[in-house]
């Protein structure tokens, strides 16, 4: 698929979304197929305002929940090597000084019936300590917009968690997203590998799939040296960048990378070829759903356009992540398209997917005018 004109679309539509929008000072986007026969990518405004620095394709963003897929994918290496058990409970794993109560519901403690296949699918019941908020309290991500140079670990986010918010249901009851799942599931891998989350990033993914751009954010550095630095992301006007409680963002969603770099994660990812079981990729792919039309497996979002709303009809399903400043990462199987970006604003949850949405329109308007 070689087409000037499409090209072009893409380009049109990743400078609408910059000049569009005064909140959005950057965007990036890349599309490739599933053959290899098609690669584009680009990016758009300025990746820090302030010093006048242009955005490229390969400066690092902040891809935020898409670490989620990453994570999951460590989980599921460790599963192959014997290493942990999907239906072995947290407790196993993390020291009760951590997770003691940090699920007790309807006067139970279920705390020690949460497995880690329950973490993966977001079926734990555990609360999410980012968006939800205590009783007549803040936020976390509240707190750290009026409070940006208060300083967060990931042990606080998850203590935010036990010690402040209720859990919303038994484990395996139903899905609802908590990222404390997932800075859990980073305590898990730290537990069983006696390593470091980044070191465990680097040795299972990023080196082997010559990923050198990619990197944990403030504890570790990326392959290659010789890289940009990262591009700014911000809520409304808010440069979030550099506010300090960022730094517990970890397993749940503390990974820069570049569009490339993601590409090549998630076509590795999709074709199971990051794996030694061919059955792995698919066990991650028991999909619960969070909503109408939005399922989740492990690390991994499903979505089925038609569910979502009716004028969607036509639109194929898409799997992959969101990430909650702008990012996404996805393949459209019925396309065979690999789709990856950020716009580095938090302000809509749902503008990622109209972006995703409007490029898989432009590859299928393509392909129908070939045939």
């Not at 290899?36 to 490229?56: K, L």
């Not at 890289?227 to 808010?238: D, L, Q, V, Y």
């Amino acid at each position: 698929m070689k087409n000037t004109d499409v090209e072009h679309k893409l380009q049109k539509l990743i400078d609408k979304i910059v000049k569009s929008d005064k909140h959005v000072k950057n965007a990036v986007l890349a599309v490739s197929t599933g053959d290899g026969e098609f690669n584009w990518s680009s990016a758009a405004g300025m990746a820090d305002p302030e010093e006048n620095r242009i955005m490229t394709v390969d400066t690092p963003v902040f891809i935020a929940s898409i670490t989620k897929m990453f994570t999951a994918t460590v989980v599921m290496l460790l599963f192959e090597k014997n290493k942990l058990k999907l239906d072995a409970p947290m407790s196993d794993y993390l020291p009760s000084s951590m997770i003691n109560r940090i699920h007790v519901y309807a006067g139970k403690d279920y705390t020690d019936q949460v497995l880690v296949r329950h973490l993966l699918s977001h079926t734990s019941g555990i609360p999410d300590y980012y968006t939800k908020a205590p009783e007549n309290k803040k936020s976390f991500f509240e707190i750290l917009i009026s409070e940006p140079d208060r300083i967060w670990t990931v042990e606080d986010t998850v203590a935010f968690a036990r010690d402040n918010l209720k859990p919303e249901f038994a484990p395996g009851e139903r899905a609802s997203y908590a990222d404390t799942n997932f800075q859990l599931l980073g305590f898990i891998i730290e537990s069983v590998t006696g390593q470091s989350l980044h070191d465990v990033y680097k040795e299972l993914i990023f080196k082997p799939l010559g990923m050198k751009h990619t990197y944990l954010y403030t504890r570790s550095k990326p392959i290659d040296s010789n890289i940009e630095k990262p591009a700014h992301f911000f809520f409304k006007n808010t440069d979030l960048t550099n506010i300090k409680a960022f730094e517990s963002s970890w397993a749940d969603g503390g990974i820069l990378s570049t569009v490339d770099d993601c590409l090549v994660f998630i076509k590795a990812f999709n074709t199971g070829t990051i794996f030694s079981n061919e059955d792995t990729g698919h066990l991650m792919r028991d999909w619960k759903k969070l909503q109408k039309g939005m399922y989740y497996g492990f690390g991994t979002m499903h979505f089925v356009p038609p569910e979502l709303f009716f004028l969607l009809f036509s639109y194929p399903n898409i799997t992959g992540h969101f990430g909650s400043i702008g990012s996404f990462l996805f393949y459209c199987e019925k396309l065979d398209i690999y789709i990856a970006g950020t716009m580095n604003q938090g302000k809509s949850a749902s503008r990622p997917f109209r972006v995703v949405l409007k490029v898989i329109n432009l590859i299928r308007k393509f392909e129908k005018e070939k045939k």
